[in-house]
């Protein structure tokens, strides 16, 4: 498998973000946040994706489940699809995280904007 041009840019480009570092960051890297988060929160709530993501989950379940004996093969089948399903989770988490942060972002820029006062 050869990594195309795209992958490594958006690997360099990418955005490590954590609650710590957001009151530091640039207004560029603070709207990249809420696009990523935006993104993120778009993806969840697509009916599309969750079906595929839920069909997923349950094809992995029903091959667990026809796993009748406990062979040295059997027992490593079983735990591969333990870590299919584990990263599944960690990649809807990561999806999460994503809306978690813009919305730290943006109650953070709220709060950072003064209430305009009765004008005399």
């Known amino acids: 498998m050869i990594i195309n041009d795209d992958?490594?840019?958006?690997?360099n480009k990418r955005l490590n973000v954590d609650p710590n570092n957001i009151k530091t960051m640039t207004p560029?890297?603070?709207d990249r946040v809420?696009?990523?988060g935006t993104q993120a929160e778009n993806?969840?709530?697509?009916?599309?994706?969750?079906?595929?993501?839920?069909?997923?989950k349950f094809d992995r379940i029903d091959v667990l489940?026809?796993?009748?004996g406990h062979t040295a093969d059997q027992n490593a089948e079983r735990?591969?699809?333990a870590n299919q399903l584990s990263g599944l989770d960690e990649f809807i988490k990561s999806l999460k995280r994503a809306v978690y942060y813009k919305n730290r972002v943006?109650?953070?820029?709220?709060?950072?904007v003064a209430p305009a006062g009765p004008i005399a």
């Open 79 to 81: 735990i591969a699809i």
């Open 28 to 30: 560029s890297q603070l």
């Open 106 to 112: 943006v109650s953070q820029q709220n709060s950072q």
């Open 43 to 56: 993806l969840m709530k697509n009916r599309d994706f969750a079906y595929f993501v839920h069909t997923f």
């Open 65 to 68: 489940t026809e796993l009748g």
């Open 34 to 36: 809420k696009e990523i």
């Open 7 to 11: 992958v490594v840019e958006a690997f």
